[in-house]
């Protein structure tokens, strides 16, 4: 019995065909294609997020900090408040007293966190300074606003040549 092989089918055996490549005698194959497709989806996935992770370093890289001018104000930013405190005013009467403080954004929690019974010693200081006739005088509230203001200002110091602590509130107020 003999075979006779066409032409085509001659070249097709003999022909040497390059590792990972498909062909008549290569070793990968269909299996091999898909490994293949799976390793240029994963390069193009890496590729993607090196170009997003790398601007975005570039972008907050290139964010200039604001600077102020020493005395400028800076914007408001949180709001942190202080632990209600019970006085003894100067006549004998009492204070209760929540207040709150307007902090700048340059201002740093954990240094307001450091300072807050500096914060509360100089309030307790100055309450117990007032009397109640001059407590109840929205003139008088007034007043001792300043004066605290004034007080967690020196406290509490500067960042980036601005206050860090830009106004007070009371939040609760009981004179009794």
């Known amino acids: ?20 490549k498909k062909g008549a005698k290569g070793k ?11 390793k240029g989806k994963k390069l193009k996935l890496i590729i993607i997020l090196l170009v997003v992770v790398g601007a975005a370093g570039y972008y907050q890289t290139s964010q200039k900090p604001v600077v102020y001018k020493a005395g400028q104000t800076a914007p408001n930013g949180v709001v942190d408040t202080l632990p209600t405190m019970t006085v003894n005013l100067s006549d004998g009467h009492l204070i209760q007293v929540t207040i709150a403080l307007q902090l700048s954004t340059v201002a740093s929690s ?14 307790i200081t100055i309450f117990g300074d007032q009397t109640y006739q001059g407590m ?5 509230k007034q007043v001792v606003k300043n004066q605290l203001l004034q007080s967690f200002q020196q406290i509490s110091g500067l960042a980036s040549k601005v206050q860090q602590v830009n106004s007070i509130y009371f939040t609760a107020f009981v004179l009794q």
């Open 1 to 20: 019995m003999t075979t006779t092989l066409d032409s085509d089918e001659t070249d097709a055996k003999s022909a040497k065909v390059a590792p990972g």
């Open 28 to 38: 990968k194959g269909a299996k091999g294609d898909g490994e293949e497709k799976k």
């Open 136 to 140: 109840l005088d929205p003139n008088g």
């Open 110 to 123: 954990a240094t307001m966190a450091t300072d807050q019974p500096q914060f509360l010693n100089s309030a």
